[in-house]
């Protein structure tokens, strides 16, 4: 699948958002990517999670892993297309681990997933948790990557898009400088 194809479909599915949102990372944008209005359509979150499968076929993988919430079902949609195991990290007191029963063996080829890329501050924390566990994270997949390139990561990582968003720190947020109220996406306007 191209990324014109991949682009297509995010499209039609609902999942760009124009305004003024705060992203997970505290970070300001004009750009919002709702990857979820994706999964509502089984068909299509399949076809995109089977596409980016598709950039790993080169690397050993076990198992692949997402942070909650959204690598939740790009993790499973992968792991479905590899025939492979599919587990989820979510927040304990802050800090991401493996909940649930999710266990990781000594020596297992973690491929870690995300549905958006824009620090890699999730991506960064999953990839510790498989480390600790003892396992090898052996590649990054993302359905996009926000930063036009910018996020880097020791292991090989590949995305389906890639797009450069206009990404502020709140300080020095354009938008907040022209009033707009802030939006913590499926919440209510926030302050700054």
């Not at 195991?85 to 029963?101: D, K, P, S, V």
């Not at 052996?138 to 990561?153: H, K, N, P, Q, T």
């Amino acid at each position: 699948m191209t990324e014109s194809e991949v682009l297509a479909i995010l499209r039609r599915t609902g999942v760009f958002r124009e305004g003024h949102f705060r992203l997970t990372s505290g970070k300001h944008s004009d750009l919002y990517l709702q990857c979820a209005q994706l999964f509502q359509y089984p068909e299509e979150g399949g076809r995109v999670g089977a596409a980016l499968a598709g950039l790993f076929t080169d690397q050993p993988v076990d198992t692949v892993i997402g942070p909650a919430l959204g690598g939740i079902i790009v993790a499973y949609e992968v792991a479905r297309a590899l025939g492979v195991r599919a587990l989820f990290a979510e927040r304990e007191n802050g800090a991401m681990t493996l909940r649930r029963g999710f266990t990781l063996r000594a020596g297992e080829r973690v491929l870690v997933v995300e549905d958006v890329l824009t620090t890699g501050g999730s991506v960064r924390e999953v990839m510790d948790v498989v480390r600790q566990h003892g396992a090898v994270p052996v590649a990054v997949g993302a359905l996009v990557d926000r930063s036009g390139g910018r996020v880097r990561f020791e292991v090989p990582h590949r995305v389906l898009v890639s797009l450069t968003s206009n990404i502020y720190d709140p300080e020095d947020c354009p938008l907040c400088r022209r009033g707009l109220p802030v939006v913590k996406p499926g919440s209510r306007p926030v302050e700054g």
